[in-house]
């Protein structure tokens, strides 16, 4: 047996520097000192936030072929996707071209700053238009072909439209799918024509999505993490009861085990673990109390996006998808930054953040879930139980299995 020598990566305690811009009495910080003070009892009481009851889950949710293609269908091609924070797209003329499990999308913003999406295929013979990543670009040209598009999906030019013969410019533009951003996050609906309504989709949850300032933050990274079953990596985000014994040496140092805040605004949701500071809070009046250093957030919207450190000067989006199979998702980690480093010191202190969190999240969490997808097909017949310390994880199961049941009740797209 290999043992493996590694120095635990250094935790990025630079980015505790509270960002927060708010006045107290504000929608924000009102909320941000009230889970403070619901952190600050939990420690007292040793307790966490609880769901009513155990939840059992059928491991074979994980691991069914079908039941991925049936996800697939009533969660990611119904509901509105983020797919991108505002900032990997800065400015007019630049895009993002992202695959969702088997949908490749290309997400732009025109001359005008308008965001568009559409599916990222040439409507010639399917080639695609433009690599995974992000980019600037004034029009889309085909490399197979030479077809190009403008920034809104519109044909353009056919090359040798002479010798093709006539295109109809109304009937081949791309094939444009709804889009919109909202606080810094723009979200995409893999079903053309299905409205997005994302008013109703984020609800209450809005004002305090815009209050985390993602609209003005600055793209610093973005790294791909390959992962297991997209609810195994999933379920890992949602729940610190695994911080002491998975992260002793990483989240273990600045985390408290166990010690939650959970709230949930439809399906979405966010839990709010208990920092270290607090420790040293309790015996402070409340108004000397600082939530970003004593409440470590992580907003989940559903179904697949991580926003962590919202509060403070660096921010790291986990983008969770589903890959093209039941066995694969993929994550992108992607920093921001409230402004650009103005220096290599700030340089310095960015690349520590965005080295933390890949680091940790690959070697520990995605390691486990790698081993946990290693045992599903043996535990075919058997449940997973998700604890009452464990409330985010149901909460996200429960919305999954509705939406399931939700797409039956409608019939297929
Ligand atoms: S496939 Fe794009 S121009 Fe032919
Ligand atoms: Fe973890």
């Not at 889309?140 to 410019?169: M, Q």
């Not at 999933?234 to 992260?247: K, R, T, W």
Request: net charge negative; glycine share 8%.
């Amino acid at each position: 047996m290999t043992t493996v020598d590694r120095t635990p990566p250094v935790a990025p305690t630079p980015t505790y520097a509270s960002a927060l811009e708010y006045d107290r009495d504000d929608v924000v910080g009102r909320d941000a000192h009230a889970v403070m003070e619901r952190l600050v009892r939990l420690y007292q009481d040793s307790g966490t936030d609880q769901a009513e009851e155990q939840w059992r889950e059928p491991v074979r949710n994980y691991s069914d072929p079908q039941r991925f293609r049936d996800e697939l269908d009533a969660v990611h091609r119904r509901v509105p996707l983020p797919l991108a924070m505002s900032c990997e797209l800065p400015g007019p003329g630049t895009y993002k071209a992202i695959q969702v499990a088997d949908t490749p999308v290309l997400i732009t913003r025109d001359a005008h700053g308008v965001i568009h999406a559409s599916v990222n295929a040439c409507r010639h013979r399917g080639n695609e238009l433009l690599a995974e990543g992000v980019g600037r670009a004034k029009r889309i040209v085909c490399s197979y072909h030479a077809w190009s598009y403008d920034l809104a999906g519109c044909l353009l030019g056919v090359a040798g439209e002479k010798t093709f013969g006539p295109v109809d410019r109304d009937r081949t533009g791309l094939v444009r799918l709804p889009a919109e951003e909202r606080a810094g996050i723009i979200f995409v609906g893999l079903t053309p024509g299905r409205p997005l309504n994302l008013d109703s989709w984020l609800g209450d949850l809005e004002p305090l999505l815009a209050g985390l300032g993602l609209a003005s933050c600055h793209h610093f990274s973005t790294r791909e993490l390959p992962g297991p079953n997209w609810k195994v990596t999933v379920d890992g985000y949602l729940e610190g009861y695994h911080f002491a014994s998975l992260h002793p040496t990483t989240v273990f140092k600045t985390n408290l085990s166990n010690i939650a805040a959970f709230d949930s605004w439809g399906p979405h949701q966010r839990n709010a673990f208990a920092l270290r500071p607090i420790a040293e809070a309790v015996t402070q009046p409340p108004e000397a109390r600082d939530p970003t250093a004593c409440v470590g957030a992580i907003f989940w919207l559903f179904p697949g996006l991580a926003i962590s450190g919202g509060w403070r000067q660096h921010v790291a989006v986990s983008l969770v998808l589903p890959g093209r199979t039941v066995e694969e998702s993929r994550t992108q980690q992607v920093i921001l930054l409230r402004h650009p480093p103005a220096d290599d010191d700030e340089r310095k202190t960015a690349d520590t953040t965005r080295d933390w969190f890949h680091d940790v999240v690959l070697d520990e969490d995605y390691a486990t879930g790698f081993g946990v997808q290693r045992g599903l097909a043996a535990l075919g017949g058997t449940d997973f139980v998700f604890g009452r310390n464990e409330p985010g994880v149901q909460h996200f199961h429960r919305v999954v299995k509705g939406l399931l049941a939700e797409a039956v009740t409608d019939g297929p797209q």
